[in-house]
């Protein structure tokens, strides 16, 4: 948390209740509906997950997260960055992989 309070946030503790009753507490409100919609968006988008390329999943949701009201531009703009990015060797591919 230290960035979060770097950027002038500073948290406050929160002890919830467990189970339901805990989740439903409107502090938590848009932390779950974000946790849900990554979720739902990941799994509805992939066959399967795997845990080594979560990186890449949670790369890709934050791109379309961020363009969610550009949607007419997303197919456009995914066509032109494709077209001038040079080729790319797997080994480099694979550096996302082992964190280097």
Known sequence: FKAVEKAGCHPIPFV???GRKGVEHPSFKWVNTMLGNVKNSITGTFHSVSLKHVPRYLAEFEY???RRFQLDDMIERLAYVGLRTPPMPY???RMAE???
Do not use: D, P
Request: cysteine-free; aromatic content about 16%; hydrophobic content about 35%.
């Open 91 to 93: 080994r480099f591919l």
């Open 16 to 18: 919830s209740e467990g």
């Open 98 to 100: 082992i964190g280097g």
């Open 64 to 66: 379309r997260f961020n």
